[in-house]
């Protein structure tokens, strides 16, 4: 069974800090995703990367950044964390040929900036 | 920009009752259709995907059409039971820089009754 790993699963920040969201897949896939899940909104895609070093901004990158230093790594970053950035995120990956297969999601994290 | 919208954003049945939810997207190149089932506080899991070559494809009491002229594609789950009760996405592929990603739709929250 693959697993998607996301480190922690309840995040409390303040506002400005510096937040490391981490998400670690043990089947050699070479498509990583973070999207953030919004009642009403669905899930929006922030950043993706296919393959080590690679990166693509998705549909609302801004405050966010992502670092993929390994394959089966895929940091996201938000550099001065906001109250706007209270939400749910989900990492996904897949090995995804052609954009076959669908994702494996992550349990995701619950961050709240206060 | 491409989007996925799905209706209805919330859906309650009688058990054994059928369900409908609806998408439409916009990217006439999209070829691939996954679903997805969400419960309360766990991650999305895939249950049921379709490829642009095909137009009907069913598993057990759940069903996916797909209409590529009308960019179209419905989910479809018959007898339902109260632990069909989740929120479903469906989403549609999009190629994107170096790999395919998918867009999402807003999410149906299926209330079953027993």
């Known amino acids: 069974d693959v697993k998607v790993t996301q480190s922690s699963r309840y995040l409390v920040k303040r506002t400005g800090e510096k937040v490391f969201l981490e998400c670690v897949q043990d089947?050699?896939?070479?498509?990583m995703f973070w999207y953030r899940q919004d009642p009403g909104l669905g899930l929006r895609l922030i950043y993706f990367s296919y393959d080590v070093k690679m990166k693509e901004k998705g549909d609302i990158p801004e405050g966010y950044s992502v670092s993929r230093e390994k394959k089966e790594r895929f940091s996201l970053i938000l550099e001065s964390a906001s109250t706007n950035q209270t939400s749910m995120y989900l990492c996904?990956?897949?090995?995804?040929?052609?954009?076959?297969?669908?994702?494996?999601f992550g349990s995701g994290t619950r961050l709240t900036v206060v | 920009g491409e989007n996925v919208e799905q209706h209805p954003s919330t859906l309650s049945v009688q058990e054994g009752d059928s369900a409908v939810i609806k998408c439409t997207y916009s990217?006439?190149?999209?070829?691939?259709f996954p679903w997805y089932k969400q419960e309360l506080g766990k991650r999305p899991q895939l249950i049921i995907d379709?490829?642009?070559?095909?137009g009907e494809k069913k598993d057990q009491r759940i069903a996916v059409t797909l209409n590529k002229t009308a960019k179209h594609f419905s989910l479809h789950i018959t007898e339902t039971q109260p632990e069909d009760s989740a929120v479903y996405f469906c989403?549609?592929?999009?190629?994107?820089?170096?790999?395919?990603?998918?867009?999402f739709g807003t999410g149906t929250r299926l209330k079953v009754l027993a």
């Open positions: 379709i490829r642009s070559n095909v």
């Open positions: 089947m050699d896939h070479e498509n």
């Open positions: 989403a549609a592929s999009i190629k994107g820089w170096g790999t395919y990603k998918y867009i």
């Open positions: 996904a990956s897949t090995s995804g040929q052609g954009g076959f297969g669908g994702y494996t």
């Open positions: 990217d006439s190149a999209s070829n691939y």
